[in-house]
């Protein structure tokens, strides 16, 4: 997101980044259309690999649990979660570390989408 800096079209008058679960009232079908897409979204990610669509190129293992927490809306214990993801042989090790960081830098990692191709796999966390 802080790459993306949302733009009001021109039936807004203003546009922000909310939580999921702190919506204002949204206008027409909004609302329904949000559900609908939350709710498709927590089916798909189970089955395809779109939460690697959502993240940076280049991502921390903390990264992508946490995006599946959030659009899963539940807690993911790390050590199964870590070796799921990384059993699956779908990540890249790219050899890197964080930049700029407080904590100790983690290992950056990149989905390796030529591998998913040539898999069957199940992201049921």
Do not use: C
Not at 24 to 35: G, N, T, Y
């Amino acid at each position: 997101m802080d790459n993306f800096s949302p733009k009001a079209g021109d039936d807004a008058a203003k546009t922000a980044w909310f939580s999921i679960n702190n919506l204002p009232k949204l206008a027409f079908d909004h609302q329904k259309i949000i559900e609908m897409a939350l709710m498709r979204l927590r089916g798909k990610i189970r089955y395809e690999p779109i939460g690697f669509e959502l993240l940076p190129t280049k991502f921390t293992l903390t990264e992508l649990q946490k995006l599946y927490e959030a659009i899963l809306e539940k807690e993911i214990d790390k050590r199964n979660f870590r070796k799921k993801i990384l059993g699956s042989n779908l990540l890249l090790d790219l050899n890197e570390k964080q930049k700029g960081v407080a904590h100790k830098p983690a290992k950056l990692y990149k989905f390796d989408h030529e591998q998913y191709l040539n898999t069957s796999l199940n992201f049921e966390l």
